[in-house]
């Protein structure tokens, strides 16, 4: 007895008009005719505050930029085989000055690690010894006795011993 399989191609959808994110894009339009409009306006509406509508209406106008972006960004196509890399499933291939840099990075960073571990060899989440029991760990602070300032300001160093 066999099962047949049948596979269906993905292609990627092809947006038309105004692509993918058409309610950025609707924002950004609305926003330009508000701007456009509340700056008309101010020049022909012959109000006493004239100046206020034309400002109003280039910070509207200058707002819809970000709308704008939206719009552009949410419609980048990018294509799946640029993904991979992104998220780590793609190997590198190290040829030439890329596998000579990747050690380099490699040792440099291995070794900036390790320095910062107790006994600079490997990673300290195995041992199962605890903090040292002799290691002495000093806090001092140095602060004013008095709270009100004289003119001879006294500073006392106190220090904690854990």
């Known amino acids: 007895m066999s099962t047949s399989v049948q596979v269906e191609h993905v292609t990627e959808k092809v947006y038309g008009g105004v ?34 509508f034309v400002y109003a209406g280039a910070i ?3 707002l819809s930029l970000i709308w704008w972006i939206f719009w552009y ?20 291939k190290n040829r030439g000055l890329t596998k000579v840099v990747r050690r380099v990075s490699d040792r440099l960073s291995t070794g900036i690690r390790n320095s910062f571990r107790k006994n600079g060899k490997g990673s ?11 290691q002495d760990v000093r806090l ?20 904690l011993v854990i």
């Open 140 to 159: 001092a602070t140095i602060f004013d006795n008095n709270i009100i300032s004289s003119p001879s300001m006294e500073l006392t160093r106190n220090s």
């Open 73 to 92: 960004s949410g419609n980048i196509d990018v294509p799946p085989e640029d993904l991979l890399d992104d998220v780590g499933l793609q190997k590198v």
């Open 124 to 134: 300290m989440r195995g041992s199962t010894a605890g903090p040292a029991v002799d």
């Open 19 to 52: 692509g993918r994110c058409k309610c950025s894009f609707w924002f950004a339009v609305a926003h330009d005719i508000l701007g456009v409009f509340i700056i008309m306006v101010g020049v022909f509406g012959g109000l006493a505050v004239h100046d206020l």
């Open 60 to 62: 509207i106008i200058f």
